[in-house]
Each structure stands twice: as structure tokens, then as C-alpha cells.
């Protein structure tokens, strides 16, 4: 009878599983905290695994032990098939190796209406799962998704050890390990029997250039015994060069106990300056300090005296120099090799073990030089080979933290040269005056923040939530007046993922994409505006994140590498694609929002940091609007995020490099504003800023504004593009600028733009001075969407509704959260 009951469950789960139609979620490679996975989970639990069959395949996995919450089912059978991305990967037969009877698996959960997204973790190897619910809440059909390679920089010691670590933390009687960013993907050890677990533990590029600089006196030993006759004044070498032995010897040393420090006890220097590659580097550099104070007192001390010190021959000394400088530059070489077989994005000028040989290098090759320069003659020198050594270490080390962390130019200010006298002031509106928030609004059991910009339209407001631990989204109806929750979407089977894209609105319906970077196999979504319900969907092989563009019936969107899209508003059937099947050219990666004018497309390209080749053509498109086939192309220096806006035969477009959470780490921060003349494409002005603008700016009659990473709200003059004035807000402004007109008049009355950290401004369009502000994260925040603002008109004069969309708290386990602001402004 048991045994009929599994098989009839095991029956039932297959055929719920066959029903399941969410797509696949993207493997996560942005860093994910275990604190925060911990954190957001609303149910953890440790399951046993009962039955592998990797025919079916099926692995069947029984629930042993809540540690969160209250798991309703207490067996999973998991189809094993994996989507497109495990197929893709080869994912199901690497997982299926790492899985086996008896072996204890924890799962973390995030149960949301009938959906269930989980990870399951077991020995060093991450895989994602998905659960529909077939019956009550004890019946769930699971399915696995994919591997998760990237999640060991997350975690990858032994199952054990983390269960333990979970319990301490929900006991409040510890913290959780850090994320290590050096860590490669890839999964644990192959599973044992009896659930016998192997750490997974292991070295990094770091040691191996550590390691050898820590041996190398032992090397002269060996060739003082094997070849006395040219090695034998080596001995010497040791009490000659003891300032320079002491350098490495300590340094070596230090770079060592980093790299075992923060391996095995990574919570030991956490938060502290020492911690930091920068605090090391610069402990090193007063090690140099020192040794090269001493080595130049004690020389000049002997000199002073006339008490020459014993120098080896000068024959073994060059030698020695010479084999030495040999040994660091295979080294080196050696040390960058690896880490780029290890890890392709590798640049040994961020790896402070590489530059810390590279550095000794430098200096043995300046003893060489400068042996070979003295000759045999003196036999006391007035500067000895052991001085200019270790001085031009120190200068390596100075020269390196100036390189690497000097940050002279970065977000640094810009001069300005104000134009006065050419904005116009609206006679008769006066100063504004912030009364108060009026509503605010966050969605219970959701973690993350609003990434997507708000939609305001007619009655209601239209926001998307994003949940990035589990790469899930929600798009919420508000009463636009209350704030009271009309309706969510979350996808048929829970499936949305988390949204950059923000909704737009026509003729009933919304459209809007899912995914973040690195997300593929996305979707445009057609949902009915009045019930929250899917009308159609649109499959892309990219990340759907750019705002949809609506014109003539159609929908105009881009589909990261994939390409730019038209399809047909109605049906969601595809017109064309952008570049076409043929092309064969550098990759295009279009997270820009498509912008129509005319009988022409305007698209900006950008670039995909993940390609270890070609990260992609930079430029401003030109397409027929009809066919999708390209009228003209401009290169342009810099990624284009943001939409182009046309303006009386003009369009204007905004560049920069870094994306809404951080500044550029692999080349210099810049951005520009260019304004092009159509139909030609021909550059007109341009105006550059020290970081990245990465939304489209706000455009008048006479005036162009935008907001930038460096944490200002800049003002240019529409038809030269000369600087009027710069507002700072302390913090990167990446949304668009929100420009209110008066009632009453034509002219710009006010700007309104938001900070990432959540301080809210009302600008002075004329002076950039600015009127009020105010802090909505007071305990951290993230805030990149542009505000939406609505005018009353009264008798006295105008109230103006300002929305802002973000997240409170921790990127990970804050919450998504929109305000309603409210102030007014007298009018005469």
C-alpha cells in the first residue's frame, strides 16, 4: 500500500511538474551575502536526500529539520531535467554527481502565493529550485531550474558548518561569513557515500604569488652548496642585504597571513581599515620605509667611520641579482597565467600579491643596473647595492598606492564656467514649501526595493518591486491618491523576475520587461491595466530591462545582446529585430529605451561587462521605422543607457559608464551629454562630466538638465551646450530630473530630482539653488528611478504631488517602498 501511495504521488508530482510553464530564472552572478540570503529566506529547512535516479531524472528529498519557519511539506521530489540554462551548461550531469542517498541538503525558501523559489546548498555545490502548488500547501511539485556556480562566492564550506552558522544566526549569537569576490565559480567535490563530506575549501591566485616570495633565501642556499666556487660569497650576501631580506621576508609574510585570515576566518578583520587591501598595502609600504631608513643609516654609519662592511665578490653579487631577478619575473609571470586560466577577467594590476613581486622585481633590476655600474673598484662605496634596492622598492610601493587608490580624478569636481544672466524667472511664483509626505507604501513578505520607474496615470500609480535574492518581481496598482493597494502581478505561475523596466500605458494595458544585467531568456509583458492580468508575452534571448517605447500599435524595446525588438502591440507578435539573424559584427547589447520620431527609431548601444572579448560597439542608431534595417550609425565613446529625447530636429543623448548601483572599477568614470542634429546624425556640442549620466535628461525651451554619478543635477544651455549651473545632492543621481510647470505659464517652475541614498530636492531651474530637500532613507537607501510629478491648481496657486519609488535599508533585505510627497508653491 506504501508503496503504491509514493508511486501515485510520484505520479502526481510528474504531472503537476509537466504543468508548470514559469520560465527559467537566471543564474545569479551579482554578490550575494549569505547574511542576507539568511535574512530574506522565509523558510529554511535541512533535508535529507532519500533517492537519486538520474534516468528519470528524479531526486527525492526528505525534510529532516526546520531551522526558519515551517516547511507544510515534508518530501520534495524534484524533477531533475533543469531548464535551457542547465541544458545550455551542462548543469543536470555535474549536479547529479554531487547528489546521493543520505546527503543533507539545506534549502532556503521564499514561498510567495502558490510559488515556492528556493536554493538548495549541499557541500560546496548551489542549485536553484522552483515549487507550484498542486493541492493545500503539504502539495508541491518541484522542479530544478539550475546550477548556481557563482553562489560559492556566497558560500562553499561544508554543510555542517553551515547549518550551524544558520542556527548561530537566528540565535543572534554570531555573524555569517562574508562574500569572498575572488572565489571561481564552479561546484563542490562529487558526492561520497554516506553523505561523507569533503571541504571544499581551497587556495586562490593570491597564495600562489604569495608562496614563492616567501622561499627565496633558501634558493641562495642551495646555490652557495651546489656551486661554491661562483656562489660562495652568498653567505655575505645575507648579512650584506639584511635590510632587503627583511623587506620581502615581511612582507611575504603579511600577504600570507591576509590571504589565511580572510579564507579560513573571513569575519576576523571584517570592517576594519587593516582588513582592507589598501590598509595592507600600506603596512607594507612603512615595512619598506623602515628597512630603507635603516640600510641607508647603517651605510652612512660605516661610512662616517671608515669601516667598510665585508661585500661578497662582485662576480656573485650580479649573479645573484641576475638569478634573482629571473626568479620574480617567472614568478610574476607565472602567478598572472594562472589567475587568468582562473578567473578571465583578471587584471594582476588589482592583485596586490602580483604587484607586490613586481615591485621586488623592480628592485632587484635596479641593484643589477647599478652593480654592473660600479664596477670592481671601490672597495667602500659611498652607496651600497642593498640601498638603491630597497629605496626603489619603497618608491614602487609609493608609486602603486598612488596608482591604485590615489583617485585623483574620479568624481572629482569639475570647473565651471557660469554663464550669468541667461535663464528667464517666472515673475510671480514664488518660493515652494514642502508640507508634508503624504502616503507612503511598502508590500508586506517582500525584500529588495523598487528598481523599475514608477508610472503615474490617470488614478492609479504603477510600480515594480524587486526581490534580488531570489530574482523575483512583482508589479503593484496603487490608488494614486491613498496609496492603498488595488492589485499585484507576479506573473501566471510567480514567475516575473525582478524589473528595471518600468510599465508603460496605452489604451488599457501596461507593457513592461523583466530581468536585470545578467539575466537571459526574458520577457515583454502585455498585462491588462484594470485586473492586473497577463494578456501576452513576448520570449527574448536577453534581459528585457529598458523601458518599453509605445507608438502607431506598436511596442519598440531592447533585448540586451539580443537585440532591439518591434512587435505588435495588440497580438505581441514580432514585426522586426535589430541587427537581423545575418549580422556577424561586434556585439550590440541594447539596454536603452527606443525612442520614435517621425519615420525613424533612435537607439543608443551599450556594452555587456561579462564578455571577456568584445564587450560590445558603443554608438547612437539611426533605424526605418518599418523595417528595422539601420539609416545611420554614430560611435560614440561611452555606453548609452539612457533614451534618447528628440527636440526640434535635435536629438540629445546622455553617456556614461557604471550602472545604477556603482561607479566604472575597470576604466575612469566619465560621462557626456551630446546633442546631435538630425537627419544626418552630425555631433553638434558636447559636454563632458567626471562620472557616468545613465538616464535620458530633462529637456525646456531653453535649458537641458540631468543628473550624474558624481552626485550633481547639472544645467546646460539647450542650443550651445555651456554649463548654467550645478546643484549637489551628496550622493549619485542617476534618475532623470523631474521638471513641474506652472499652471500658469509655459516656463519650467521647478526641478525636483532624487539622490540614490534618498534625499529628495526642489531646485531653482534659474539658479540651481535649491528650495527644500528631504531624506526618505534614513538608514540607508537606494533610490535610481526618476521621481514622477503631478500639479493641482487651486485658487492661490499650485500643489504639486511628487512620487518616489526605491528601497529602505540593505539592497538584499531592505523593503521596496514608494512615498507621496506633497508641496505647494503661491502663484499670483
Avoid at 507608438?551 to 514585426?575: H, L
Wanted: net charge neutral.
Amino acid at each position: 500500500m506504501t508503496r503504491c501511495l509514493r508511486h501515485g504521488r510520484l505520479l502526481l508530482a510528474a504531472l503537476a511538474m509537466l504543468a508548470l510553464t514559469a520560465s527559467a530564472l537566471a543564474i545569479i552572478k551579482a554578490l550575494l551575502p549569505l547574511d542576507a540570503l539568511v535574512t530574506v529566506s522565509q523558510v529554511i529547512v535541512v533535508a535529507k536526500i532519500e533517492k537519486v535516479d538520474a534516468h528519470t531524472p528524479l531526486v527525492v528529498m526528505a525534510v529532516q529539520e526546520d531551522l526558519k519557519g515551517k516547511a507544510a511539506f515534508r518530501k520534495l521530489m524534484v524533477d531533475f531535467k533543469g531548464d535551457d540554462e542547465a541544458k545550455k551548461l551542462d548543469h543536470v550531469p555535474q549536479l547529479l554527481k554531487r547528489v546521493a542517498p543520505e546527503l543533507p541538503v539545506i534549502l532556503f525558501l521564499n514561498p510567495r502565493d502558490k510559488s515556492i523559489t528556493g536554493f538548495a546548498y549541499t557541500n560546496g555545490t548551489w542549485f536553484q529550485l522552483l515549487g507550484q502548488q498542486t493541492g493545500d500547501a503539504s502539495q508541491v511539485a518541484w522542479r530544478l531550474t539550475h546550477g548556481e556556480p557563482y553562489l560559492r562566492r556566497t558560500y562553499k564550506g561544508p554543510t555542517a558548518e553551515l547549518r550551524q552558522l544558520v542556527i548561530d544566526k537566528l540565535a543572534g549569537k554570531g555573524k555569517l561569513p562574508a562574500v569572498n569576490e575572488k572565489e571561481e565559480p564552479g561546484f563542490g567535490p562529487e558526492a561520497t557515500p554516506k553523505g561523507k563530506e569533503k571541504s571544499s575549501r581551497g587556495g586562490g591566485g593570491t597564495l600562489f604569488g604569495v608562496i614563492p616570495t616567501l622561499g627565496v633565501g633558501a634558493p641562495l642556499m642551495v646555490l652557495a652548496a651546489l656551486f661554491p666556487a661562483v656562489f660562495g660569497g652568498v653567505l655575505i650576501l645575507f648579512r650584506q642585504w639584511i635590510a632587503f631580506i627583511t623587506v620581502f621576508s615581511v612582507n611575504s609574510t603579511l600577504l600570507l597571513l591576509y590571504w589565511a585570515i580572510n579564507t579560513w576566518w573571513p569575519n576576523l578583520l571584517r570592517g576594519t581599515w587593516i582588513g582592507t587591501e589598501a590598509g595592507l598595502w600600506f603596512l607594507m609600504t612603512v615595512v619598506a620605509l623602515l628597512c630603507t631608513v635603516w640600510a641607508w643609516r647603517r651605510q652612512l654609519a660605516r661610512n662616517a667611520l671608515g669601516d667598510p662592511a665585508a661585500e661578497a665578490p662582485p662576480k656573485t653579487e650580479l649573479t645573484v641579482l641576475w638569478s634573482l631577478v629571473a626568479v620574480f619575473v617567472l614568478v610574476s609571470v607565472a602567478t598572472a597565467l594562472f589567475s587568468w586560466w582562473m578567473t578571465p577577467r583578471y587584471d594582476p594590476r588589482s592583485d596586490i600579491a602580483w604587484a607586490s613581486i613586481a615591485v621586488l622585481t623592480l628592485g632587484v633590476f635596479a641593484g643589477a643596473i647599478f652593480r654592473i655600474g660600479k664596477g670592481d673598484a671601490p672597495t667602500q662605496p659611498t652607496i651600497a647595492v642593498e640601498g638603491v634596492m630597497i629605496a626603489v622598492i619603497l618608491l614602487g610601493h609609493i608609486g602603486y598606492s598612488a596608482y591604485r587608490w590615489g583617485g585623483t580624478d574620479a568624481g572629482s569636481p569639475q570647473e565651471l564656467n557660469v554663464v550669468q544672466g541667461a535663464v528667464t524667472v517666472i515673475e510671480g511664483v514664488h518660493s515652494p514649501r514642502l508640507e508634508r509626505i503624504r502616503w507612503q507604501f511598502s508590500p508586506e513578505n517582500v525584500s529588495g526595493l523598487a528598481a523599475a520607474a514608477p508610472l503615474v496615470h490617470g488614478d492609479e500609480l504603477y510600480f515594480g518591486a524587486s526581490e534580488p535574492v531570489f530574482k523575483r518581481g512583482t508589479l503593484f496598482c496603487l490608488d494614486r491618491s491613498t496609496g492603498k493597494k488595488k492589485w499585484e502581478f507576479a506573473g501566471k505561475d510567480g514567475d516575473l523576475r525582478e524589473m528595471i523596466s518600468g510599465p508603460v500605458f496605452m489604451d488599457g494595458r501596461l507593457y513592461m520587461g523583466e530581468g536585470w544585467h545578467d539575466d537571459p531568456n526574458c520577457r515583454l509583458f502585455c498585462i491588462d491595466a484594470k485586473e492586473g492580468k497577463e494578456v501576452w508575452t513576448f520570449k527574448t534571448a536577453g534581459q528585457t530591462e529598458c523601458t518599453p517605447c509605445l507608438e502607431r500599435g506598436k511596442v519598440y524595446f531592447g533585448a540586451g545582446n539580443d537585440g532591439i525588438y518591434c512587435v505588435d502591440a495588440t497580438t505581441g507578435r514580432q514585426m522586426w529585430r535589430f541587427p537581423p539573424s545575418s549580422y556577424n559584427g561586434r556585439l550590440l547589447r541594447f539596454g536603452s529605451t527606443p525612442t520614435v520620431a517621425g519615420n525613424r527609431v533612435y537607439v543608443g548601444s551599450a556594452v555587456d561587462r561579462n564578455q571577456p572579448d568584445d564587450k560590445g560597439a558603443t554608438a547612437l542608431f539611426c533605424l526605418d521605422i518599418e523595417t528595422g534595417e539601420r539609416v545611420w550609425k554614430h560611435p560614440v565613446a561611452l555606453p548609452v543607457w539612457s533614451r534618447p529625447v528628440i527636440s526640434n530636429e535635435h536629438v540629445i543623448i546622455a553617456l556614461g559608464n557604471g550602472d545604477v548601483f556603482n561607479d566604472a572599477t575597470d576604466e575612469k568614470p566619465a560621462g557626456t551629454v551630446l546633442w546631435f542634429e538630425l537627419p544626418t546624425g552630425t555631433a553638434a556640442w558636447r559636454y563632458d562630466v567626471p562620472n557616468g549620466v545613465l538616464d535620458k535628461p530633462a529637456v525646456d525651451s531653453q535649458h537641458v538638465y540631468f543628473g550624474c554619478r558624481d552626485g550633481s543635477v547639472y544645467c546646460l544651455g539647450r542650443h550651445d551646450g555651456r554649463i548654467r549651473w550645478k546643484a549637489e545632492l551628496g550622493a549619485p543621481v542617476i534618475g532623470t530630473p523631474a521638471l513641474a510647470r506652472c499652471s500658469g505659464y509655459t516656463q519650467t517652475a521647478h526641478l525636483f530630482a532624487v539622490s540614490s541614498e534618498g534625499t529628495v530636492a526642489c531646485i531653482n531651474p534659474a539658479s540651481g539653488s535649491i528650495h527644500w530637500t528631504v531624506k526618505l532613507a534614513d538608514k540607508g537607501g537606494t533610490f535610481t528611478t526618476p521621481l514622477q510629478v503631478r500639479v493641482q491648481r487651486t485658487d492661490t496657486g499650485d500643489r504639486r504631488f511628487i512620487y518616489a519609488a526605491g528601497g529602505v535599508g540593505d539592497l538584499f533585505t531592505g523593503r521596496p517602498v514608494v512615498y507621496c510627497l506633497e508641496d505647494f508653491v503661491k502663484v499670483e
